[in-house]
């Protein structure tokens, strides 16, 4: 099946789930967290691509708070 016939069919799909009311509805919280996975799965996937192991990734996935907090008397945010 070609991508604009798939594209329709979904979009059809999801419209009548709107309709309905069963159609998922994002909450920030959800969408924040949803974009902060990608965000890590595609760097992960570009660092593993180009054979490299830089810190930046690594601190992605688990990041040290305390090593960022070079000024002691300010909130990190």
């Known amino acids: 099946m070609d991508r604009a016939k798939q594209r ?4 059809k799909g ?6 309905k009311g ?3 509805e994002w909450t920030s919280e959800e969408a924040r967290e949803a974009g902060r996975k990608r965000g890590m799965a595609s760097h992960r996937r570009r660092s ?3 054979g ?3 810190e930046h990734a690594q601190n992605l996935e688990s990041p040290d708070l305390s090593a ?10």
Do not use: C, L, Y
């Open 22 to 24: 069963t159609a998922h």
């Open 48 to 50: 593993e691509m180009t």
């Open 14 to 19: 999801g419209k009548a789930a709107h309709q």
């Open 68 to 77: 960022r907090n070079d000024r002691p008397n300010e909130q990190i945010r």
């Open 8 to 11: 329709e069919i979904a979009s």
């Open 52 to 54: 490299s192991q830089d």
